[in-house]
T-cell receptor, first 123, second 111 residues
């Protein structure tokens, strides 16, 4: 278990450029989440995947944002035509969806684990 | 719509003190509540998760409690240490797997 990995950790880009972030979840986790966090605020939900299916998207995720999780493994978050308001830390998290009636440590299995985040600065 | 509030926003205590961080949520129909720690410029580290059927969880010097009827959770830190200095965030999941976060409590433990 190597934890949730995110790349790149920092990205500075000019307004109007496209950027892509990658997230590698914990290997056995079937759920993957993207959050965005600005200074002094708690993380805000953007979207999540159950395996390769994107099940929900926040209204914060405008048409310029797209997320994918091909084959239910790693995920990418792309921002097109970046704006200065996109500057934030983009956090990826993963969890194991606890099946009804299953056994094991339910608290550990329902816990979501975050990566170190990808800082985006749009200049 | 779930809203999560954390009070106080900042807290400074001397080393060794026991302390309580508060988290309030508006929708009592929560599925899980999770406490996290965040160091400056870093991601979030999970501390404790409490399921709706549980009243409390403990890990080392940390104890988290959940009172759904009053819409409150507390994180108790015993014998605080300078290494505990960080921002502590609580997040509520109403069964939709969208955790709603508070804005956090910035804790500073003075040596």
């Amino acid at each position: 278990d190597t934890g949730v990995s995110q790349d790149p950790r920092h990205k500075i880009t000019k307004r109007g450029q496209n950027v892509t972030f990658r997230c590698d979840p914990i290997s056995e986790h079937n759920r993957l989440y993207w959050y965005r966090q600005t200074l002094g605020q708690g993380p805000e939900f953007l979207t999540y995947f159950q395996n390769e299916a994107q099940l929900e998207k926040s209204r914060l995720l405008s048409d310029r944002f797209s997320a994918e999780r091909p084959k239910g493994s790693f995920s990418t978050l792309e921002i097109q035509r970046t704006e200065q308001g996109d500057s934030a830390m983009y956090l990826c998290a993963s969890s194991f969806d606890y099946p009804f009636g299953g056994s094991g440590d339910r608290n550990r299995r329902n816990t979501i684990y975050f990566g170190e985040g990808s800082w985006l600065t749009v200049v | 719509k779930q809203e999560v509030t954390q009070i106080p926003a900042a807290l400074s205590v001397p080393e060794g003190e026991n302390l309580v961080l508060n988290c309030s949520f508006t929708d009592s129909a929560i599925y899980n509540l999770q406490w996290f720690r965040q160091d400056p410029g870093k991601g979030l580290t999970s501390l404790l998760l409490i399921q709706s059927s549980q009243r409390e969880q403990t890990s080392g010097r940390l104890n988290a409690s959940l009172d759904k009827s009053s819409g409150r959770s507390t994180l108790y830190i015993a014998a605080s240490q300078p290494g505990d200095s960080a921002t502590y965030l609580c997040a509520a999941d109403s069964g939709t797997y969208k955790y709603i976060f508070g804005t956090g409590t910035r804790l500073k433990v003075l040596a």
